[in-house]
């Protein structure tokens, strides 16, 4: 620490913001909204679209982002988590915000509170609102960290609410069944603006939560929809777009992505939308050849998710080599019986984590006669992966963002390539 008592890097910034609250999580919004309002970032002056769901947040905030850009916008990003580096949290117009950017914003932060006790989410998202206010963006994308009513994110008043998706996760602090999942999600929603439900199957209950939260409901297969079919994309202006034949990151994230902007002003061309058919994102069902062998990554960590990812790899001539982890608090045997009863070979490990599945977690779930290697840690689960493959094979690293991580942080480092 310098001798004013202000750490003296991005490093020491983010240790002592993660030793400040006792808790992970607090989800509400009474200590923050004082803060925010001290900081003056309540209110943006240009129109923010914020994303909640439970998958597909960060594919359609890569398109949004990549759509808005071609249209000759200025772009700020909050995403979380971050996979190697905390700064990709935080885009600004010309980049991701720099160490020295972000240690200001913390800073500001810090004398923001006062007494307040902010929790790593909460602190980091007010300095990514700090910094965007002080941009020179013309539109503000928000990825909701949790739930959506009580997160964070949701001090900030939305021009358009997306919700990308409900399924059952993080129960234990958004309930138990998709209708009370999703009554928490929408709670980003504003009286008489746009709330954008980006899947078809609908919660039971989400035509009665538009109308409690007295929002326009945009909802797909009603406003707006993917053809497939007729390989087009239909909106509720009336506008059809042609759909690329394949969308990397999804056609019914790209139909979200495209009907959200437009309700914000944003116009959509269709050379931009063939563009974004080959977009990717880091940690989304991402290919990587490493060491000559075809290599997937994805960051799913819950049923709906991985049968997705599942569903997008293509097919293998040789045999699938799993690298995975999970945390212990999600559904293991489900997630695993996507891959099971396939010519496959399992390489288990826990990533460096208190909430990580031991491995012995992973091979109580994996039924008999499947092939399994265990191992101390993600990265000689890689590399065993690696070393075992041959001409024709996969290797696929699936089941946390933190497994991803730690797999990506071995690649960076230029162990396995």
């Not at 905390?86 to 932060?109: H, I, Y």
């Amino acid at each position: 620490m310098r001798p004013t008592d202000t750490p003296a890097s991005l490093a020491d910034w983010l240790a002592r913001i993660e030793g400040m609250h006792p808790a992970e999580i607090e989800l509400g919004l009474d200590r923050l909204r004082a803060v925010a309002g001290r900081l003056a970032v309540e209110t943006l002056s240009v129109p923010v679209i914020t994303v909640a769901g439970t998958n597909g947040k960060g594919s359609t905030l890569r398109l949004m982002t990549a759509l808005a850009r071609d249209a000759g916008h200025r772009v700020c990003l909050y995403t979380s988590p971050h996979l190697i580096d905390f700064n990709e949290r935080v885009m600004l117009p010309d980049g991701l915000a720099s160490d020295a950017q972000l240690c200001a914003a913390f800073e500001q932060v810090e004398q923001a509170r006062g007494e307040v006790a902010l929790t790593y989410f909460e602190f980091t998202t007010l300095a990514a609102l700090w910094l965007f206010a002080g941009s020179d963006a013309d539109l503000v994308l928000l990825e909701v960290g949790l739930g959506g009513r009580l997160d964070a994110v949701n001090v900030v008043d939305p021009d358009v609410a997306v919700v990308t998706s409900v399924g059952l996760d993080h129960q234990d602090w958004l309930g138990d069944t998709r209708e009370a999942i999703c009554a928490e999600k929408c709670g980003i929603a504003r009286p008489g603006r746009p709330l954008v439900y980006g899947e078809q199957d609908w919660p039971e209950n989400l035509s009665e939560l538009v109308r409690d939260y007295q929002a326009n409901g945009f909802l797909a297969g009603r406003e707006f929809a993917v053809q497939a079919g007729e390989g087009v994309l239909a909106f509720a202006d009336g506008e059809q777009l042609r759909c690329p034949e394949h969308v990397v990151l999804g056609a019914d994230n790209l139909a979200t992505a495209c009907q959200a902007l437009k309700l914000a002003g944003v116009s959509v061309t269709q050379a931009a939308v063939d563009a974004a058919g080959s977009l990717s994102l880091m940690g989304r069902c991402e290919y990587r050849l490493l060491q000559g062998v075809d290599c997937w990554f994805d960051v799913g960590h819950n049923l709906p998710a991985v049968s997705r990812f599942r569903t997008l790899l293509p097919e293998c001539r040789g045999q699938r080599h799993l690298v995975f982890g999970m945390m212990a608090d999600k559904p293991l045997a489900e997630v695993a019986a996507c891959f099971c009863g396939e010519q496959s070979r399992w390489f288990l490990c826990a990533p460096a984590m208190p909430r990580a599945a031991t491995v012995a977690q992973l091979t109580a779930v994996l039924p008999a006669g499947e092939s399994q290697q265990v191992c101390d840690s993600v990265a000689e689960a890689l590399s065993c992966a690696l070393a075992a493959a041959n001409p024709g094979d996969q290797v696929v690293v699936f089941g946390s963002f933190y497994t991803v991580a730690e797999a990506w942080q071995v690649t960076k480092e230029g162990q396995s390539e």
